[in-house]
């Protein structure tokens, strides 16, 4: 246990040490803090530009909390929990690998660093999409896990900072259903694939925002927003009482997988899920929510 304990410190040290560069621009092109500033202002400016929905206000119903939510779950949560629920569940992995006489790098199918850059970053990308994309269809069809999403439902006007609304669970269950498939796939170096999170980013509010694009052809490869706006609607036909459009970054899976739905131009439909007028308004209560309604 005190192995573990060391771990959990060293891994808030490290991350705040780490966040503490970001801050001071001590970490340069993969800084991740005015990264995600950058991309959201661009996207906010595009809004400005091109409103799909022109009598929606630039700062929208829950503009401030969704904003807040951006942080704290991108930056606050990862130094409260997942940073070290990463690095635990790593040394936890290679212990119980190790009693049966196996380590982790021989069961990985081959090193990132063997394969040109691009192609392990496409690996990556594709694998975490993928799964990403399976753990979003289990928080629609699992009960408990369908109340902590609600969280990212309850968005009743879509924006691009709705993207980082959702439960702080939510990001333990998607990373804990991830990290042996990318642990199995390769060993990637952070700095590495700082130029994915930044694309997923991007897309992630793309989807969000308030624009009526879909890309033309390329709209059966990514998600985007007049796709993802159908993944929001309240109201879904009996064939999908689970949800639809379940991409994040990627829309391949949905046209494969034939979860796909867009009827028609979705720029109106009411937003949310069946009596969403109950559900908490703020940040608190909407945390807490899930534990309540589970008792």
Same mark, same amino acid.
């Given at each position: 246990?005190?192995?573990?304990? /060391?771990?959990?410190?060293?891994?808030?040290?490290?991350?705040?040490?780490?966040?503490?560069?970001?801050?001071?621009?001590?970490?340069?092109?993969?800084?991740?803090?005015?990264?995600?500033?950058?991309?959201?202002?661009?996207?906010?400016?595009?809004?400005?530009?091109?409103?799909?929905?022109?009598?929606?206000?630039?700062?929208?119903? /829950?503009?401030?909390?969704?904003?807040?939510?951006?942080?704290? =779950?991108?930056?606050?949560?990862?130094?409260? $929990?997942? $940073?070290?629920?990463? =690095?635990?569940?790593?040394?936890?992995? =290679?212990?119980?690998?190790?009693?049966?006489?196996?380590?982790?790098?021989?069961?990985?199918?081959?090193?990132?660093?063997?394969?040109?850059?691009?192609?392990?970053?496409?690996?990556?990308?594709?694998?975490?999409?993928?799964?990403?994309?399976?753990?979003?269809?289990?928080?629609?069809?699992?009960?408990?896990?369908?109340?902590?999403?609600?969280?990212?439902?309850?968005?009743?006007?879509?924006?691009?900072?709705?993207?980082?609304?959702?439960?702080?669970?939510?990001?333990?269950?998607?990373?804990?259903?991830?990290?042996?498939?990318?642990?199995?796939?390769?060993?990637?170096?952070?700095? /590495?694939?700082?130029?994915?999170?930044?694309?997923?980013? #991007?897309?992630?509010?793309?989807?969000?925002?308030?624009?009526?694009? /879909?890309?033309? $052809?390329?709209?059966?490869?990514? =998600?985007?927003?007049?796709?993802?706006?159908?993944?929001?609607?309240?109201?879904?036909?009996?064939?999908?009482?689970?949800?639809?459009?379940?991409?994040?970054?990627?829309?391949?899976?949905?046209?494969?997988?034939?979860?796909?739905?867009?009827?028609?131009?979705?720029?109106?439909?009411?937003?949310?899920? #069946?009596?969403?007028?109950?559900?908490?308004?703020?940040?608190?209560?909407?945390?807490?929510?899930?534990?309540?309604?589970?008792?």
């Amino acid at each position: 246990m005190e192995k573990y304990w /060391d771990i959990l410190l060293n891994a808030y040290s490290g991350y705040w040490n780490y966040l503490k560069k970001e801050f001071l621009f001590q970490n340069q092109w993969d800084n991740y803090f005015y990264g995600l500033i950058l991309i959201s202002l661009i996207v906010w400016l595009l809004e400005a530009a091109f409103p799909w929905r022109k009598n929606q206000a630039l700062f929208r119903k /829950d503009f401030w909390l969704d904003t807040f939510y951006m942080f704290f =779950n991108f930056f606050l949560l990862n130094l409260i $929990i997942l $940073i070290a629920l990463s =690095n635990t569940a790593e040394a936890a992995l =290679n212990d119980v690998l190790n009693l049966i006489g196996l380590n982790l790098a021989e069961l990985r199918l081959f090193n990132a660093d063997d394969l040109p850059k691009w192609l392990g970053l496409l690996i990556f990308f594709l694998v975490s999409d993928f799964v990403q994309w399976n753990t979003h269809r289990l928080l629609h069809r699992v009960p408990w896990l369908w109340n902590f999403h609600k969280v990212h439902h309850s968005v009743k006007e879509m924006g691009f900072a709705a993207h980082l609304r959702y439960h702080w669970m939510e990001p333990v269950v998607y990373k804990s259903l991830l990290y042996i498939p990318l642990a199995l796939v390769a060993n990637y170096h952070a700095q /590495d694939v700082a130029i994915v999170y930044f694309f997923t980013i #991007a897309i992630g509010h793309l989807n969000h925002a308030n624009l009526g694009w /879909d890309y033309g $052809i390329l709209k059966y490869i990514f =998600n985007n927003p007049k796709m993802h706006i159908w993944h929001h609607a309240k109201e879904l036909p009996n064939h999908a009482r689970y949800g639809v459009n379940y991409g994040l970054t990627l829309s391949i899976w949905d046209y494969i997988f034939r979860t796909d739905f867009v009827p028609h131009d979705g720029r109106d439909i009411e937003l949310g899920f #069946a009596n969403d007028e109950t559900f908490p308004k703020d940040f608190m209560h909407q945390e807490l929510y899930p534990l309540k309604k589970k008792q």
